[in-house]
């Protein structure tokens, strides 16, 4: 129905729309998702990397798995977490969700 529309219109000598007018409509989309999804993840993620590149001996944190424990060493890229006594386990850096009482840094509830 539309072509037909377009196409009557060029025969009756109506001017074709501009190709900026028609791409208007797409950077506006395109900038509203920028604005509600990507800035604020690339937020997160900073605020995330600086966390993890801070942690030192004896912060209590929170892993992606859900496990809560105290620093007891951190290396290059694993950090040694006491989780009870005579219980230590390596966790890859990465593997850190947050410090134990912050409000998660990431998932689908605010």
């Known amino acids: ?3 037909m529309l377009f196409q009557l219109a060029l025969a009756e ?5 501009s190709p900026f007018l028609q791409l208007v409509p797409i950077l506006l989309i395109f900038g509203i998702f920028y604005f509600l ?3 604020p993840m690339r937020k997160r993620q900073k605020a995330h990397a600086k966390m993890v590149a801070e942690l ?3 912060d209590r944190v929170v892993t992606n798995g859900g496990l809560i424990g105290e620093v007891a060493a ?3 890229k ?6 009870a ?3 230590k386990v390596r ?3 990465t593997a850190i969700a947050g410090l134990e009482g912050e409000a998660p840094t990431g998932g689908a509830n605010p």
Not at 13 to 17: I, K, L, R, V, Y
Not at 78 to 83: I, R
């Open 1 to 3: 129905m539309e072509t």
């Open 85 to 87: 006594d005579n219980v």
């Open 74 to 76: 951190v290396e290059e």
């Open 13 to 17: 000598g109506a001017p074709a729309p």
């Open 91 to 93: 966790v890859v850096r």
């Open 37 to 39: 999804l990507l800035a």
């Open 56 to 58: 030192k001996r004896g």
């Open 78 to 83: 694993v950090v040694h977490l006491k989780l």
